[in-house]
């Protein structure tokens, strides 16, 4: 992925996904594979905290200006990025810690959930598994005034759980 915006489905965006490098892409795209398999327009953007706050300052502000409805952020190490963003915008924030390089992504992690009182940001687990689920929730809650979102969110469910059931277990050699 290049530093460039990369647009999901069609129609206007309504949720941006912003991450401190392009090398957080190979977590956060699992977020963006969310997004897609549910139809909900996006874009993403490797924009940093530290490295380019203005370009930020100013992704932050055309986004809510064009409408999204909110904003994952994933980052790094002194993963500060999903604050600014949150210190930027109303909007709801959703953080993913990307695994580090020394600490495993304990770092990010603390970072993004030790947020002081007053600028939230609603923090899932380290990795894809979080990234996808910071998709999941973005799509839940746009569900919220979205029927035909929250009918294919059910349908999701449903699936989910009948691959489980469908599951046996090995016998025991
Ligand atoms: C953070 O620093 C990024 O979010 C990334 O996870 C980390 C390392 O960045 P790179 O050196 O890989 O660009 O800003």
């Not at 892409?25 to 490797?46: S, T, Y």
């Not at 409408?67 to 604050?83: D, E, K, N, P, V």
């Not at 609603?122 to 979205?146: E, K, P, R, S």
Request: neutral net charge.
């Amino acid at each position: 992925m290049s530093n460039t915006t990369a647009a999901g489905n069609k129609g206007p965006t309504r949720v941006a996904i912003v991450m401190g490098s392009t090398n957080d892409w190979e977590v956060m795209q699992h977020a963006a594979r969310q997004l897609k398999e549910f139809g909900v327009a996006f874009e993403a953007r490797a924009l940093s905290a530290h490295r380019t706050p203005h370009l930020l300052a100013e992704f932050v502000e055309q986004q809510v200006a064009g409408g999204t409805q909110c904003f994952i952020a994933g980052a790094g190490g002194a993963a500060h990025l999903a604050g600014v963003v949150a210190a930027l915008t109303t909007l709801p924030v959703l953080a993913v810690p990307i695994p580090s390089k020394h600490l495993g992504g304990l770092d990010s992690l603390l970072s993004m959930v030790q947020m002081p009182k007053g600028i939230p940001v609603a923090t899932f687990a380290i990795g894809d598994g979080g990234a996808a689920n910071a998709g999941l929730f973005a799509v839940a809650m746009l569900a919220l005034a979205d029927r035909e979102l929250a009918s294919r969110l059910q349908a999701f469910r449903t699936r989910q759980a009948d691959a489980v059931k469908a599951v046996t277990l090995p016998e025991l050699s």
